[in-house]
């Protein structure tokens, strides 16, 4: 394992649970975090990292109920969906898509009160049932997103000036748990994944009986709860899931009799894993352990071709520039190549963490988030960066 990079840390008192990565269309790393807000109001914090100068700026937007889940839309920055809570802390039973109005390119904070703008409403997918999870396409062309409560995920179409919902997937006739995590197929406008209980199911939501039969289950994908699903971005029928035996673990939809990868370094609850948007072979994985863990999965990734190169290869390209050139190579290091393992794992919180993200803008900066209020920003090591480089 890797030596750890440097850390920096946002933080604030209050009860966070949800972040998500703001695709701001510029070179800014933009995350935004939710605060509960049980008896006082909730604020979105739109939080930037300056990789160049190693700072972080932060704007406030006052929101309504607090904050259970929070995703970006990839089509406008300025957009976030929004699961609020209810009286007392309940979640609400709707999914609010808000505007963030008057967010610079560049966050200067002026001292300006600021309030996310209501847009629309989605609703839930099952009557009297919470909203819990919510997951937007990543591709922008598509502009839908998933709202999930109890057995059902609604999807909804938001390419026009109101939301209306398309269609709605059940696993209510297969289980009786909750769906806990849904992802959607960055290739496809129909596909989505699903986890109810120990297992996942597939959906093709243009068919006919998307609401009733799956395109691909599997019955025990961990023992215990399945709380983290993600399919790999350049490689769709690969996916990651994350469950409450602290493993992560990679399927291969066109043949699911068992993982293609097996990671146990968690020791409790995973409740979030994702590829990186443009290196697929980087996993970065959260839990109620409080580590966030950073693996490589090579061997199934669209670069495996990388860990063939031979050592000859390596040091030639290494003295070629290109890429690298702010690499400081000596020639009698050994840079190696990219192997499947745990990269480096992250201690900075001292309470679960619930979300970890990569940067929209950078693929080699991620940030996760605790309970505690503490959002913190780390970078890949830069041996693991220059392996997977050369």
Sequence with gaps: MEARTNSYVYGIDRHTLSLTSIHSGSEQNRFALGTLGVKETSEIHVVDFDADEFTLASLVYKCSGGIRALASTPWDASQLLVVSGGQAGRPSSSVSLVRLPDLPVNIVDDGTERTAEFVAQLESPV???AVHKLAVHPVAQFRQAGVVAGAGVSIWDLSGQTASMKTVVSTARYSMDEIEAMAWDPASSSQLATADGPSVRGWDTRSDTASSRPSFTVDYAHNGRVRAINYNPNMPHILATGGDDGCVRLWDTRSLAGPVIDIAHHTHWVYSVEFNPNHDQLVLSAGADGLVNLESVVSVSSAQAVAEISDEQVAEIAG????????????????????DGLVAQFDDHETSVYAAHWSAADPWIFASLSFDG???????PREEKYKILL
């Design 127 to 129: 009557a009297d049932q």
């Design 320 to 339: 070629g520039g290109g890429p690298i050139d702010d690499f400081d190579y000596d020639e009698g290091d050994e840079i190696g190549k990219p192997t």
């Design 374 to 380: 503490r959002m913190v920003i780390n970078t890949v």
